[in-house]
């Protein structure tokens, strides 16, 4: 079924991207030459996107048109989906844990938090999505400095490494992965509801070769479960010019 994209050199390819660190720099927005090469790619192939994020924050990195520069959309990892600008239908990781549990997980979260001791705490330490909820020992509302400081940290002392093994200790038998992404946070998620998910949304349409650029793809990282995927050709990037390059190399635009 490739001829809603008989349009496109290669209609049965799709290239699909994490967003934080690989479209745009962390929390950053997406340049006009990373815009003008996805313009490209899309003569050539398929374009879709895939994060963690709802739909609202991936807006705010990659335009309030991002329906119509992707012809995928994916937030929180492909519950919330759009095929050409047409919402897909969607699923809730509140219906999956139930109240109670979801209680009891978030209570431990804010325990846990409360007696770190970290340089800087602010607000939004556990923030809930469709899909999952975002865990974050400094607090979603920092700066950018903040942010940039608490990196840092995270990666001397390890905290959200062994905030992610609490966890696991904790709740064995809730169903439930794991992933550190970005410079402050981790997420937590159903088993199975990672990058992957987005793929259910891609059977049917014909697609022989699917490219995955992400710069979390490491065990842990929230890129690694789509970059290792049977189903894709996963490419790791440091950062949106190195995709950028990539891609130039790749299908020669």
Not at 9 to 38: N, Y
Not at 114 to 122: H, S, T, V
Not at 142 to 167: G, M, N, T, W
Request: net charge negative; glycine share 8%; proline share 3%.
């Amino acid at each position: 079924m490739t001829s809603d994209w008989s349009d496109r050199e290669f209609p049965s390819t799709i290239c699909l991207f994490d967003v934080d660190g690989t479209l745009t720099p962390a929390r950053g927005i997406v340049t006009d030459s990373m815009k003008t090469t996805l313009a490209k790619l899309r003569k050539k192939c398929v374009v879709g996107f895939v994060g963690g994020s709802d739909f609202v924050k991936q807006k705010e990195q990659l335009g309030d048109n991002a329906v119509d520069m992707f012809d995928f959309c994916f937030s929180e990892n492909g519950l919330t989906a759009f095929r050409k600008g047409q919402k897909l239908p969607s699923n809730n990781f509140l219906n999956f844990l139930g109240e109670e549990r979801y209680a009891k997980l978030v209570n431990f979260c804010l325990r846990y938090i409360a007696d770190l001791e970290l340089p800087q705490k602010r607000g939004t330490f556990v923030e809930f999505r469709q899909g999952m909820i975002n865990v974050s020992p400094i607090g979603r509302n920092c700066s950018r400095e903040e942010r940039d400081r608490y990196e840092q940290f995270d990666l001397e002392h390890k905290i959200r490494e062994k905030f992610v093994i609490a966890l696991k200790k904790e709740f064995p038998d809730f169903g439930l992965k794991f992933s550190i992404g970005g410079q402050i946070s981790f997420d937590v998620f159903p088993e199975g509801w990672d990058k992957t998910y987005c793929l259910r949304h891609l059977e049917g349409e014909g697609f022989s070769t699917i490219h995955f650029f992400g710069d979390k793809a490491f065990e842990g990282g929230n890129d690694w479960e789509i970059y290792s995927h049977d189903a894709t050709i996963g490419h790791s990037v440091k950062n949106p010019l190195e995709t950028e390059a990539l891609l130039k190399d790749l299908f020669h635009l």
